[in-house]
């Protein structure tokens, strides 16, 4: 049996947002994905651990009913959280991405799994066409790490706007056995080293960076603040507060709030499934 390896064409060959982005617009890899990803029990085990860390995330993320995923990629972690009960919707740049997304929900409804993916939409998540606080949590799976510092932080202003609530973002760091390896022999020139990695220093680093380039442009602006306000407020709170306060800031969810809630099928731009 064929089994997953590195000439497989939905396994990328460069680092670098720019070509990420476009990698995945090809329906030869979006048909690969889910083979080169999830087919060996080694991978198997691997994606388990990642499903493990999404669900204990979202167990102490208290109210949360409608979640955005994305990038939704082919739809595994969708389908899967549709099945835990949560009103979802899958979103993606790529279209390929996207229609593969829809016929494996086809197929898993053909054998009888029950439906509860509200729809899919194509969106840059640099710029997503959602209202504010349309959902209760965004979930970003195998993404962020991909992402330029200075487009990473456009998206995750884009997050915060659209959750009413929660941000779940899984990132790659450096501190694993498997990429010390790895980076070791490809250094040794055995094998291709491995795609970046980032420490916690460098994450911190780079929130430090941008703090400090936020200080200066207020700085700068504070000149014209008797005539006018450049900067909204929800710019400022998000990178003025420390990573940390920015999740207690997220208020409990009231009573009110749920009946008020406006539920992912009201979003605008759903691409619906194909059957609904
Ligand atoms: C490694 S896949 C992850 C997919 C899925 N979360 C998973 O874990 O299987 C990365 C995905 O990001 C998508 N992508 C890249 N740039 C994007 C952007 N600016 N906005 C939305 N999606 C993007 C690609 O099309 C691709 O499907």
């Given amino acids: 049996m064929k089994r997953p390896g590195k000439s497989d064409p939905s396994r990328p060959r460069e680092d670098g947002y720019d070509y990420k982005r476009e990698f995945y617009r090809s329906s030869t890899v979006a048909e690969d994905y889910d083979f080169h990803r999830f087919s060996s029990p080694e991978r198997q085990k691997r994606n388990r651990r990642k499903w493990a ?15 955005l995923d994305l990038p939704c990629g ?9 099945r835990e009960g949560f009103e979802i919707v899958g979103s993606d740049i790529s279209h390929e991405m996207l229609h593969k997304a829809a016929s494996l929900e086809k197929e898993n409804k053909a054998a009888g799994q029950p439906k509860a993916i509200r729809g899919y939409v194509q969106a840059n998540a640099e710029h997503l066409p959602l209202r504010n606080d349309s959902l209760d949590c965004v979930v970003s799976i ?26 779940i973002i899984d990132y790659r760091h450096c501190y694993s056995f498997r990429y010390v390896l790895t980076h070791t022999f490809g250094r040794l020139g055995i094998g291709r080293p491995p795609l970046s990695r980032v420490s916690r220093k460098e994450l911190d680093k780079e929130f430090a960076d941008n703090l400090k380039k936020l200080e200066t442009k207020v700085a700068d602006e504070s000149a014209l603040a008797k005539w006018t306000y450049l900067l909204p407020n929800w710019t400022m ?31 605008p731009g759903i691409v619906p499934t194909p059957d609904q």
Avoid at 53 to 67: M, N
């Fill in 237 to 267: 709170e998000s990178l003025l507060k420390k990573r940390s306060e920015l999740l207690e800031s997220k208020k409990e969810e009231t009573s009110e709030d749920k009946a008020n809630s406006p539920g992912a099928l009201e979003i």
């Fill in 142 to 167: 195998r993404f962020m790490m991909h992402v330029d510092p200075i487009s990473r932080v456009r998206m995750l202003r884009e997050f915060h706007r659209v959750s009413r609530r929660w941000v």
């Fill in 74 to 82: 082919t739809g595994r972690f969708t389908g899967a959280l549709a």
């Fill in 53 to 67: 860390a999404i669900c204990k995330a979202l167990r102490e993320a208290t109210g949360v009913r409608t979640i």
